[in-house]
T-cell receptor, first 113, second 115 residues
């Protein structure tokens, strides 16, 4: 599985934008970039995914570099409820089937009031 | 819609005993996955069902673990006999299809403690 690299931790102030980086220099053409987050005592929660183009949804935006070797998850206005571990995951799509998620260690986001 | 539910939320058993974890996926989701996080480690994939068939069981650690999904609805994960290193949080996830890269929906996990 192609590997991702994320900072271990980041801090943000409440109501400010947060940019969570992810490097994936060995990404292949069949890998989709997924982001999940895990709040304390809960299971992972899907945030967003993309292949080549930038993506927006109600939770966040995903900015993907032109060479696809890095991406950034953008939370437009962090709230205290966004404090979580954020995982950047490459999910392979092979032979018409999406493969399982491979979790790394993620980025622990702390939101300061 | 109801989310993925797992039962029990916590289980404490002694080494050598048997434990069965249950997962009810979102209704209509053909794909069901089991993951686990053991102490201090990353979340690891265990196996993937498509309906009642095991699509990928490459992550199952050894033959003390048995997963079933009779009828393609709920799934059980049995650990027999349990060992100390099996302690951790076991997550179940489901998705409508694996023919697209849509989201997996996770339950809140079962925390297993083996003493």
């Amino acid at each position: 599985d192609a590997k991702t690299t994320q900072p271990n931790s980041m801090e943000s102030n409440e109501e400010e934008p947060v940019h969570l980086p992810c490097n994936h220099s060995t990404i292949s053409g069949t890998d989709y970039i997924h982001w999940y987050r895990q709040l304390p005592s809960q299971g992972p929660e899907y945030v967003i995914h993309g292949l080549t183009s930038n993506v927006n949804n109600r939770m966040a935006s995903l900015a993907i570099a032109e060479d696809r070797k890095s991406s950034t998850l953008i939370l437009h206005r962090a709230t205290l409820r966004d404090a979580a571990v954020y995982y950047c995951i490459l999910r392979a799509y092979l032979s018409g089937s999406a493969r399982q998620l491979t979790f790394g260690s993620g980025t622990q986001l702390t939101v300061l009031p | 819609e109801a989310g993925v539910t797992q039962f029990p939320s916590h289980s404490v058993i002694e080494k050598g005993q048997t434990v069965t974890l249950r997962c009810d996926p979102i209704s209509g989701h053909d794909n069901l996955y089991w993951y686990r996080r053991v102490m201090g480690k990353e979340i690891k994939f265990l196996l993937h069902f498509v309906k009642e068939s095991k699509q990928d069981e490459s992550g199952m650690p050894n033959n003390r673990f048995l997963a079933e999904r009779t009828g393609g609805t709920y799934s059980t994960l049995k650990v027999q006999p349990a060992e100390l290193e099996d302690s951790g949080v076991y997550f179940c996830a489901s998705s409508y299809t694996d023919r697209s890269v849509g989201p997996l929906h996770f339950g809140n996990g079962t925390r297993l403690t083996v003493t």
